[in-house]
């Protein structure tokens, strides 16, 4: 089993910054790879995008390509995501999850509520 917990949310202004980060304990020598997926009132889920443990490749929705980053500190099991220049539709409960490799994400974390005001 792997246990996620986010935590950084929080109510920004249109144009701000917030950093989420995303701890991860458990068997995390199982997961390739994390990510990081938003869900806003009553829309599906979507993908905001992923960086593999090993070599830190980065991948990234293009709805927030340029204005979003993510990292990792391998030795804390931590990852991060880093919004800037944030929008209000970019409002949003912020999950991370872990993927064993391919598409699949097995493990998730609780949730993170971002909020951005107009």
């Known amino acids: 089993q792997v246990q996620l917990v986010e935590s950084g949310g929080g109510l920004v202004q249109a144009g701000g910054s917030l950093r989420l980060s995303c701890a991860a304990s458990?068997?995390?020598?199982?997961?390739?790879?994390m990510g990081w997926f938003r869900q806003a009132p009553g829309k599906e889920r979507e993908f905001v995008g992923s960086?593999?443990?090993?070599?830190?490749?980065?991948y990234y929705a293009d709805s927030v390509k340029g204005r979003f980053s993510i990292s990792s500190d391998n030795a804390k099991n931590t990852v991060y995501l880093q919004m800037n220049s944030l929008k209000p539709e970019d409002t949003a409960v912020y999950y991370c999850?872990?993927?064993?490799?391919?598409?699949?994400?097995?493990?998730w974390g609780q949730g993170t509520q971002v909020t951005v005001s107009s």
């Open positions: 960086i593999t443990w090993s070599g830190g490749s980065t």
């Open positions: 999850a872990a993927s064993g490799g391919g598409d699949e994400y097995d493990y």
């Open positions: 458990g068997r995390i020598f199982s997961t390739y790879a």
